[in-house]
């Protein structure tokens, strides 16, 4: 294993977990520039969906992602683990090694996005940003990536809560899941406990950054999330109020789910790998107290870690990072002031109207992002 990978004091669902947050990455690359939204056709979710989302924590779009796009990382996947492409933060992997030798390197990794290009353009993927615009606001940081080996044998994870490791002051976090393999119970799928995002958060008291949940009777120190053992696992009590629901997955589906719901995936007991790539992002506007759980400037004196995350759709008051790789986002195109249009008029007020006119966000037009926004993943 590398110096990356987590082993002290390691939990059962962390075995092999490698994180590359702070490996520094390869010079900037543009390879990724023509990934335009306009080359996608554009995506539009109903009512019903935006329904379902709201009601049960989770809703799953069907064949988001395009075929050749999923197999352009299945392909990658494969070349992972057999020694043939590697980046900064990998396992070393030795090409005389038995195959269960080099398959066993690897369970999951975090945040490639910073050192591979096809990382980033999954993570800004335009037909994922549009389903975010549409089901949590214009304004879209993109956080985290997470890349999901999950071979034969391998363990999964016990109930948490995303929120619970990504905070966002105000809690906007949401994952987008993306099947590049089928997903089955067999091979540990994702469960859900339905409607359980209405739950509040339950950290662990020594977090200071989290949220006012804390001060709420019946939240307690929970320092035992993402243990498959419920009978360990304090989120059990909570997530059995809650009806449980697998959601099975075919490649490019995508599983959009609440930061505060309740979910758990079982180990792989099938002979096939199951495959997923996940990203997390809130609300460009959120302040974000966390940077891949590493130190940054200005954290001590109460600055955001939004600096380090990428911006994905809309605008901000707050800084961002731009892509490394050149993937096409917001952070890399001109921003206009919006215009809000015709104030909405409210009764009960002087003449039955508090006002009217044109409303208009005041805000600096941006012709030069990258002087503006200097940091780079």
Same mark, same amino acid.
């Given at each position: 294993?590398?110096? #990356?990978? +987590?082993?002290?004091?390691?939990?059962?669902?962390?075995?092999?977990?490698?994180?590359?947050?702070?490996?520094?990455?390869?010079?900037?690359?543009?390879?990724?520039?023509?990934?335009?939204?306009?080359?996608?056709?554009?995506?539009?979710?109903?009512?019903?969906?935006?329904?379902?989302?709201?009601?049960?924590?989770?809703?799953?779009?069907?064949?988001?992602?395009?075929?050749?796009?999923?197999?352009?990382?299945? +392909?990658?996947?494969?070349?992972?683990?057999?020694?043939? !492409?590697?980046?900064?933060?990998?396992?070393?992997?030795? *090409?005389?090694?038995?195959?269960?030798?080099? &398959?066993?390197?690897?369970?999951?990794?975090?945040?490639?996005?910073? /050192?591979?290009?096809?990382?980033?353009?999954?993570?800004?993927?335009?037909?994922?940003?549009?389903?975010?615009?549409?089901?949590?606001?214009?304004?879209?940081?993109?956080?985290?990536?997470?890349?999901?080996?999950?071979?034969?044998?391998?363990?999964?994870? =016990?109930?948490?809560?995303?929120?619970?490791?990504?905070? #966002?002051?105000?809690?906007?976090?949401?994952?987008?899941?993306?099947?590049?393999?089928?997903?089955? !119970?067999?091979?540990?799928?994702?469960?859900?406990? /339905?409607?359980?995002?209405? !739950?509040?958060?339950?950290?662990?008291?020594?977090?200071?950054?989290?949220?006012?949940?804390?001060?709420?009777?019946?939240?307690?120190?929970?320092?035992?999330?993402?243990?498959?053992?419920?009978?360990?696992?304090?989120?059990?009590?909570?997530?059995?109020?809650?009806?449980?629901?697998?959601?099975?997955?075919?490649? =490019?589906?995508?599983?959009?789910?609440?930061?505060?719901?309740?979910?758990?995936?079982?180990?792989?007991?099938?002979?096939?790998?199951?495959?997923?790539?996940?990203?997390?992002?809130?609300?460009?506007?959120?302040?974000?107290?966390?940077? +891949?759980?590493?130190?940054?400037?200005?954290?001590?004196?109460?600055?955001?870690?939004?600096?380090?995350?990428?911006?994905?759709?809309?605008?901000?008051? *707050?800084?961002?990072?731009?892509?490394?790789?050149?993937?096409?986002?917001?952070?890399?195109?001109?921003?206009?002031?919006? +215009?809000? =249009?015709?104030?909405?008029?409210?009764?009960?007020?002087?003449? =039955?109207?508090?006002?009217?006119? *044109?409303?208009?966000?005041?805000?600096?037009? &941006?012709?030069?992002?990258?002087?503006?926004?200097?940091?780079?993943?």
């Amino acid at each position: 294993m590398t110096s #990356t990978t +987590v082993l002290t004091n390691a939990k059962p669902w962390e075995h092999n977990l490698i994180s590359v947050g702070s490996v520094q990455p390869p010079p900037k690359s543009n390879d990724n520039a023509l990934f335009t939204r306009d080359k996608y056709e554009p995506v539009q979710l109903s009512v019903s969906d935006y329904r379902k989302l709201q009601r049960d924590g989770f809703v799953k779009v069907e064949a988001l992602i395009p075929p050749e796009h999923i197999q352009e990382m299945s +392909v990658h996947m494969d070349r992972v683990i057999q020694g043939k !492409e590697t980046a900064k933060g990998f396992p070393t992997i030795d *090409l005389s090694m038995p195959e269960a030798e080099r &398959v066993e390197r690897f369970s999951r990794i975090h945040n490639v996005h910073k /050192v591979h290009p096809l990382h980033e353009r999954f993570l800004l993927h335009p037909r994922i940003l549009n389903v975010l615009e549409q089901v949590s606001g214009p304004d879209v940081l993109a956080l985290q990536s997470m890349a999901f080996f999950k071979q034969p044998g391998q363990p999964g994870q =016990g109930y948490h809560q995303d929120s619970y490791y990504i905070p #966002t002051l105000p809690n906007t976090l949401i994952a987008a899941w993306v099947a590049v393999s089928q997903a089955t !119970e067999e091979n540990g799928c994702l469960w859900f406990r /339905v409607g359980s995002q209405s !739950e509040p958060l339950y950290p662990r008291t020594e977090d200071e950054f989290t949220h006012e949940s804390r001060l709420l009777e019946g939240v307690f120190d929970n320092h035992t999330a993402s243990n498959e053992d419920t009978t360990i696992n304090q989120l059990t009590a909570i997530a059995s109020q809650y009806p449980e629901l697998a959601c099975p997955a075919n490649p =490019g589906d995508v599983i959009f789910f609440h930061g505060n719901i309740l979910h758990r995936s079982h180990a792989n007991r099938s002979t096939y790998p199951r495959r997923a790539f996940a990203g997390h992002y809130c609300d460009a506007r959120s302040f974000v107290p966390w940077n +891949v759980g590493e130190k940054w400037d200005g954290m001590d004196g109460g600055e955001p870690g939004n600096k380090y995350h990428i911006l994905g759709r809309g605008d901000s008051h *707050l800084p961002f990072a731009t892509p490394r790789f050149g993937t096409p986002c917001a952070a890399l195109e001109e921003r206009i002031p919006r +215009v809000a =249009g015709t104030q909405v008029l409210m009764p009960m007020a002087e003449n =039955g109207q508090m006002g009217k006119g *044109l409303v208009r966000v005041i805000r600096q037009q &941006v012709t030069d992002v990258r002087s503006l926004v200097p940091n780079k993943l």
